[in-house]
């Protein structure tokens, strides 16, 4: 197989995989050879995230004007919520009008080439696994820090779904039964200690207690903001930082004595702050371990291509399937 992907029966024409992260404020394409092996996107570029009634009428222009003729074998497109096995879109938090939609069908009309949804979260996480940090390794952990806090198991470039298809929850394994309420309504939840909304909230709290800040500053401050503030030696910040770290530090230790994987890859936006958060939690790891086995722990390397990646990978299975 040619390092630059696999050519088409036409010759001298390289076919493609698209992979559509489709994001609540921007939607992310990326273009890649077929028989993706590395991240090396042909090309790739940020739109404004399609909303409403005529949204994937747009997406669909978006992802013609981006592909600019070039042949495109298959795609798949990220959604961050539930689609049932028919390809409808049940639910999603954060884009509402693609409720009741079959969203792979809806663009493969437009398209004229196979689209497919994917669960967001498991598509950042394989990818990470298979292109990014875990590249290379078999049996890889991978989780994310972001607003909530996800996990998966990807084990041979395949994440392993559970049972019920509900594995990955480890940030609603609970660590305090009389600790701060968690969307998911138990307490205490290791997503309470280090999930970027709850970080965000209690860096509001010590900054409106300071009284130097207005309230439309109050209201945009993030959790990023509050890895600033420690990095930077605000005690306040630290001392939520220091309960966060110790907190996934406790997790992370419940899943080695669990699921005992061959690598831990941290990514997400608060897992691109290593000084602040991966590297004071593997030193509570390693402090607080006994019998654990401890592979490599390490932040993750595509950043918020993630998910367009992971879309590629399954736009790139889906276009090299054997024809029925
Ligand atoms: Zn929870």
Redesign the pocket.
Known sequence: MPAAGRRSRSCGVTDHVLGIDYGGSSTKLLLAAAGVREAAPVAQTRVPTPRGAGALEELAAHVETFVAGRSVRGAAVTVAGIVDDRGVVVTSSNLPWLAGLAIGDVLRARLGFPVVPVHDGRAAARAEAVLGAGRGHEDTYVVALGTGVGSAHVVRGVVEPGAHNAAG?I????QDEHGRL?????RG????FIGGAHLARRWREVVTAEGCASPDELAALTAQDLVAAARAGHPGAAAIVDEATAALARGLLGMLATVDPGRVVVGGGLGQAPDVILEPTVAQLRARATFHQIPPIVPATLGPWAGAWGAALTADELATAPLP
């Open positions: 929850e940030g609603h394994i609970s968690c969307s998911c309504r138990q939840c290791l997503e309470t």
